[in-house]
């Protein structure tokens, strides 16, 4: 069996093994969204986050669209779904949560050459959904944004020495749910802020 994977880092792009999938728009919003999320989500809250202003009927039968139009391209496997919740399968690697998780190694432990290697291709790959607008979106691009650049200071940090002991998780819990400040850092991707 092929691997499914997202892109979520620098834009969006879903492939069954090497093999990239054309997902419609709304396909592509829905997969992002249960990405973004990591659990299950109730399918009313989907529908009133991907269609805002559409009643509520409408958003149903735009979401059973939605689903409807994985199969024939063989992305039904990106999502499970039951009569009232809808979530990314569990075997579909996303960049963005490796990205997460590997920064989440860094504090409390010597930076270790593999999880260097491993890390920079994904701080270099862009923003999260990069250009995308969608107000669901920001919060989350925020917080990635700002665990870049806590992931940049602490592999520079880490060159010559180890970084201060933090508990598991510190880079991701300083930045949850907390705006950030833009600044620059150049990652070496597209000119990105």
Do not use: N
């Amino acid at each position: 069996m092929d691997q499914y994977s997202l892109h979520l880092l620098g834009g969006f792009a879903a492939h069954i093994g090497d093999r990239e999938i054309d997902l419609p728009p709304a396909c592509q919003r829905l997969v992002a969204l249960l990405a973004l999320k990591r659990r299950p989500m109730h399918r009313l809250w989907v529908c009133a986050t991907l269609w805002p202003t559409t009643q509520t009927r409408r958003a149903v039968a735009s979401l059973r669209s939605a689903t409807w139009r994985l199969r024939p391209l063989g992305a039904d496997r990106l999502v499970t779904q039951d009569c009232q919740y809808l979530a990314l399968a569990p075997e579909v690697w996303v960049d963005w949560h490796h990205a997460v998780d590997l920064m989440d190694r860094l504090p409390g432990s010597i930076v270790e050459p593999q999880l260097v290697a491993d890390l920079l291709p994904l701080l270099r790959a862009g923003e999260l959904l990069d250009t995308w607008s969608e107000q669901w979106v920001g919060p989350e691009r925020s917080s990635y944004h700002a665990m870049r650049i806590s992931a940049v200071e602490a592999l520079a940090h880490g060159v010559d020495k180890p970084v201060p002991h933090q508990p598991l998780g510190a880079i991701r819990s300083v930045h949850a749910g907390r705006p950030v400040a833009r600044r620059h850092i150049d990652f070496g991707d597209s000119g990105e802020p």
